[in-house]
């Protein structure tokens, strides 16, 4: 995935807003309020927190979901938790090692058709519709530039 955060520090304490994509599993846009504290003198050792909403961009069924005739997703809540490391390159600038675990869940609503009943012609064949709810978790590794 990619994300970008803008904010503002002040002293130990980074706020910002932060926007990304996400293509794990399905493809995802994150929108979220993200957290983080410095620890130490030179402000090196971090920890972060990202809450938000997790936007689900045009997606279709995996290939394990057979005559599907119609299909929404729709998003949900976006988490991350971790810890990092900030290196100090050259003035203003430094880069940013993080790791941590995230979570992401969205739903989908499939209408599919049974490929055994024919429909008179003309006449659209009924639909049953299914709901799935995921549920992503997984450990991200994070590499950034600050400035």
């Known amino acids: 995935g990619f994300q970008t955060v803008n904010g503002i520090q002040f002293s130990q304490w980074f706020t910002g807003i932060g926007i990304g994509v996400d293509n794990y599993r399905y493809k995802t846009l994150p929108l979220f309020f993200d957290a983080r504290k410095y620890f130490g003198k030179k402000n090196n050792l971090f920890a972060y927190g990202d809450l938000g909403y997790d936007f689900a961009l045009k997606n279709k069924p995996g290939k394990e979901i057979l005559y599907y005739g119609t299909y929404k997703f729709s998003g949900g809540i976006y988490t991350d938790l971790g810890v990092?490391?900030?290196?100090?390159?050259?003035?203003?600038?430094?880069?940013?090692?993080?790791?941590?675990?995230?979570y992401k869940k969205i739903f989908d609503?499939?209408?599919?058709?049974?490929p055994v009943i024919d429909c008179a012609p003309g006449v659209a064949c009924p639909l049953d519709y299914t709901k799935y709810n995921y549920g992503f978790g997984r450990i991200v590794l994070k590499a950034g530039v600050d400035f």
């Not at 990092?84 to 995230?102: C, V």
């Open 84 to 102: 990092g490391y900030k290196w100090k390159l050259i003035k203003k600038t430094s880069f940013l090692l993080s790791a941590g675990y995230s």
């Open 109 to 114: 609503k499939i209408g599919t058709s049974s």
